[in-house]
């Protein structure tokens, strides 16, 4: 019997242990009719492309480089181009260091990807990757179709294509969710306003609905998921656009307030005693999955994923998690950040020999065939169709995918990708299992009022010295002001405030202004 797995679950563990091996025919009769035929073969000996992939460490996870994926594309475009691919595994939590490593001693793969827009900054202002231009032209015709103008923009600095950005289809972010039958035990009604927000987590707090050991009415971590959601763009006032996309949040109108908010509620205990010590969400996840959380914000999707949903059901069968929109700005509007068109970066370091066959191997992907067959494989091995769309079959060993509709081998697509936005969607929401329309209204609410980072078509160069240190300082200060005596709010706010500016907060908003007011005259 097929077990049918949500898609979303591949987020989490690549679902080791939930599912059964399919046979070798299986899978060598899988690639071997997925592959197209090739018209003619190069001759003499094969080249060996070299090719970046994460390393995440999941459980049960196959050989990397010998799978049913990588089986695929070896047999499909490899013998195609009288090529070997092979994959250079990277460890993820170390990928930018590992890089930066491996770049230096000009034994990056032909292929690399970073998620770190400053990390490719550095690279094309060192000159030590390919511009792209040329050989796109001659080779990637079918990847700059599919990808677009808009995504390819975010690879191109000071006027040159040198890194090709994967298409996200996913854009919704952060979302924000409460117990809605606790709730309905109280006789509440769904808060609208921060004002009504303030009133439920206290009879939260004092009521105990859920009649827990613990309660925590709103859970919040330092790390992982966790987040505070668009609470802040609830207090930030009037910016002009340069205001708004220059200044760093610290400086907003408005979000010294928002943090004394959260300063206030956490020392009436109405937000988790200990989140600057919860670095990974491990505690959080706890609170949510025991049911001792009353609202938090996390990803859009975070609770109908299957390591939370399904422990959640297991502990309170009750529970009924909603997605909510609250946090309400002057303006009328709930304006929450989204993700940018762009996913990974992909990079050719200047040390490649096979410049064009990476391109190529690009261009090949983005055939809608073997796009789908690398984020879903085989029908009746890796998914099963339901209402026209796929969904993921529960596996093991050399079917087991390690991330997100491997994502890790698919490096133009972030996302599903079914070539209709509507059927991503679909997808997106059939990946929770008894849960599709909490799905598609939190989808659709995080994907209201929305906005995006700006994208700086010039390197920032106190944005490469000092972002890491600024990143690490404004998680640090968060968190003191959060837990400090609302007595001293202020003068610590003023404080941080000023060490940070003085840290290379000034350095890099005064670039950024630059860089900003050139674009726009560029635009005139």
Known sequence: MLTLLPVSTLLISALAGCGSDSNTDS?????????????????????????????????????????????????????????????????????????????????????????DSPTVSRYAKSKGIVELNDLLAKHGKELMNYLGKTVLSYGVFEGKQVAIPAKRTSLAWGGLFIRKDWLDKLGMPVPTNRDELYNTLIAFRDKNPGGVNGVVPWVVATGSNYNFGNLAESFWGKQTDEEFVTMPSWLKPGNKEELKFLNKLYNEKLISKDFALDKTGKQADADVTNGKAGFFGANWDYPLRQNISEPLKANVPTANLVPIDIFKNYEGKYKKLAYNENGVNVIIPKSSKNAELAIKYLNWMSDPKNLFFLQYGQEGVNHKMVNGIPQVIAQTGDNLQTSYLNLDYTLVVNGAELGDQQKNIKALAASAPGLEAVAEQSYKINTTDTYTAFFYDTPNESSIKFSKTLGDMGKLMTDQLINCKPAEFDALYDKLVAEYMAAGGQAIMDENVKIYRAMQAYKK
Request: proline fraction near 9%; charged fraction near 15%; hydrophobic fraction near 40%.
């Open 27 to 115: 899978k060598s009769t899988a690639a071997a009719t997925a592959a197209p035929t090739a018209a003619a073969t190069p001759s003499g000996p094969p080249v060996t492309l070299t090719v970046e992939v994460f390393d995440r460490g999941i459980q049960g996870q196959p050989d990397l480089n010998n799978n049913t994926w990588t089986r695929y594309i070896n047999d499909s475009f490899g013998k195609a181009n009288n090529a070997i691919v092979k994959f250079v595994p990277v460890p993820r939590s170390q990928e930018v260091d590992k890089l930066n490593v491996l770049m230096a001693a000009g034994d990056a793969p032909d292929i690399s990807f970073t998620y």
